[in-house]
């Protein structure tokens, strides 16, 4: 057994900035981040766009970051957590540099704003098209000089350890040496980010398989707003499985057009706002337009840009491009909707906290009430940039009240089981990947998502026996995860009778 003070699951940017914060406080408790793959992996890496910051007040302002946030979120976003995210954004960025992370400037030194969809005015504070590889190195570097900060790479989190409704550790599978460990808590943090891969096709790297909402949700903790599913508009066509690159929103902010094979412009023919429409707009009006012609994508133009401009704005996305023989400047760019973001997830106050005492959620994982039905192009690192500093802050006022010390927290059962067929677990997975594709992607009927359900329910079935009876793996469990989260998703997505933001089911009251 493990006794650590704080417990984080995860080192993207939620996880690392709280784990930053809450060791100089408390120099003497020990902060313990255990994350599945290694330190850097996570979708904060791969984040391009940038952060949604007011930084300047001449042009911009909080209150229009705030309307824009409010619109995307077709009317379900929480206001009081939307004006709170908008106005700590500066606070937030002032924190990452001084931590070391940089974003690019104008010749004058002010920031170099790009543009997004559903952005109203240019805001986006960026590096280059590879903002968060250049975070998460500015964090991690941080974390790495506490020195009461220990790191275990390659170790997974299997499930909560509760006690009447009280979070006292996790049980954590090293995945070097198999040994299951049980870490005693006094609080945990999930921040495990994403569910890309529940979908197949997806922005997200591998690691996002919905793991810490499938945990909080065996522990109880509520968890909403799974039906919406946020698209990405253009993800890289390649014929293939797996995760997608990313074409940045910031390249049509940069003044890309999307077109039909055939060459049309269509954007214009779905919203006066064309390829700046928010995401959920885009991403249904291709959807329908693929539908339409029946090809399996649409094109990116950015034949007429200003080609230096370009490749020092989106350096990645250019040499990416040249690699799979596209020469952005005379070609156009095959690009598809992929799933790219939750907005959803375990549902958290203010200061962060879930309904299960001393258990917090950060980033990707949670729902704070800041998105609602759809979520505003790069308000996602500033969210858990916020959540973070206001769980610290909560934290900072609390003494920490050793929870459960003497208590005796049972060890995890692992007695000698026997090891899962070779294929067992890829073949359930692309399965049950084609099936959230088919049945739950960005247009629904409740007639396609009942279905799905039935068969959801056998394999989360078989699932959870097979986790009893087997020998535990990484893979075993994500699977279970993933197809408990796709349970979620298509249950809340049956429940819900009202088409908003990036939910669609064609059966309901259409929008569009
Ligand atoms: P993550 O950064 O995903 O970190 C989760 C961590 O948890 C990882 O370290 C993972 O390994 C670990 N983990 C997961 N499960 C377990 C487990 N069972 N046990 C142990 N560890 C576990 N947002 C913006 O605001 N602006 C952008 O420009 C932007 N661009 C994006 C581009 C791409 C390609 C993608 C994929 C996302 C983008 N996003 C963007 C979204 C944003 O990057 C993420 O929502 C955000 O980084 C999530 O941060 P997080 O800390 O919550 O999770
Ligand atoms: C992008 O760069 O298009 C992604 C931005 C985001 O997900 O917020």
Known sequence: MIRTNYLIIGSGVAGLTFAIKIADRFP??????????????????????????????????????????????????????VKLVVTEGPKRLKELIDWGAKFDTTPKGNFDLGKEGGHSENRVVHHKDQTGYEIERAILEQVHQK???????????????????????????????????????????????????????????VIATGDGI??????????????FIQFHPTALYEDSIGSKFLISEAVRGFGAYL????????MPDYDPRAELASRDIVSQSIDLELKKSGDEF???????LDVVAFVKHFPMIYDRCMKNGIDIFKDWIPVIPAQHYLCGGIVVDINGKTDIINLFACGECSRTGLHGANR??????????????????????VTVENNSENNLIPEWQSEMKPSLELNYCTEIKSKFQLLMRQNAGIVRS??????????????????????????????????????????????QSIERKENRGGFVKFDTSCKY
């Not at 094979?261 to 269509?266: D, L, N, P």
């Not at 308000?379 to 934290?395: M, P, Q, R, T």
Request: aromatic residues 8%.
């Open 28 to 81: 003497d408790k020990i902060v313990t981040i255990v994350t599945k793959s290694n330190a850097d992996e996570s979708n904060t890496k791969y984040a391009q766009g940038g952060i949604a910051i007011v930084t300047d007040e001449t042009q911009d302002s909080y209150q229009k970051h705030i309307d824009d946030t409010l619109i995307c979120g077709d009317g379900l976003c929480d206001e009081e957590v």
């Open 259 to 266: 077109r039909t094979k055939s060459g049309h412009r269509f």
């Open 214 to 227: 499938a945990i909080a949700y065996r522990a109880n903790a509520t968890i909403t707003d799974m039906e």
């Open 446 to 491: 409740d007639a396609d998502l009942l279905a799905a359900k039935s068969q959801l329910m056998i394999w989360q079935q078989e699932l959870k026996e097979t986790c009893k009876n087997y020998h535990i793996s990484t893979e075993l469990f994500e699977l279970y995860n993933m197809i408990t989260v796709g349970n979620l998703i298509v249950q």
């Open 376 to 397: 505003l192009a790069s308000n996602s690192l500033l969210e858990a940039l916020v959540f973070s500093d206001k769980i610290y802050n909560y934290l900072a006022e």
């Open 298 to 304: 649409v094109y990116l133009d950015c034949t007429h």
């Open 147 to 205: 020195k009461n900060i220990t790191v275990l790479d390659h170790h997974f989190a299997l499930d909560l350890i509760t006690e009447n409704n009280h979070c006292v550790g996790a049980y954590v599978l090293n995945q070097k040496t198999n040994e299951i460990i049980t870490f005693q808590s006094d609080y945990t943090l999930l921040a495990t980010g994403g569910i890309g891969h529940i979908y197949g096709h997806t922005t997200n790297p």
